[in-house]
């Protein structure tokens, strides 16, 4: 239900076409489509809000903002391992870093922010690797 233009232009009123050579498929790009195994429609993105949104949301997905625990010296001053008075149940020198340590990790991981899919993960036991086809085996015998 296409245009079928020959070649892809733009006119001063940001109007644009993609040259299309099937009429029923959107404008799609093959390299995209055998990468990922399916029709992905392909947007042009000019100087505009649509190239300044893209580029926001791939910036910060990108670098993975955890606005909480960016600074971890913060976290640390604030958790119990640096707010120690002298107990003789602490007075060994191991046992004080081993708990320093354990209150710094649990600090850290107390404020970590983490996608939804890792802990469901994490949650269920699963591996982290995920398997999206079954593989057969096929003897080289069969078509010889």
Known sequence: PWALPDVN???????????????CFNSWQLDISVAVCCNN?????????D???????????????????????ALFAN????????????QDIRKHNQMMLFWCIHALNREQEVAALMVIMLLMGWEFVFSLHQYEIIYWSTFV
Do not use: C, H
Not at 41 to 49: A, P, Q, S, T, V
Not at 52 to 72: D, H, L, P, V, W
């Open 41 to 49: 429609d392909i947007k042009l993105l000019m100087n505009g809000r």
């Open 79 to 90: 958790s119990p391992a640096f707010q120690l008075e002298d107990n003789l149940y602490l």
């Open 51 to 73: 190239t300044g949104n893209i580029t926001f949301y791939e910036t910060n997905y990108a670098s993975k903002k955890q606005g909480r625990s960016y600074n971890m010296s």
């Open 9 to 23: 232009w733009v006119d001063e009123a940001r109007r644009w076409r993609r040259k299309r050579m099937f009429r």
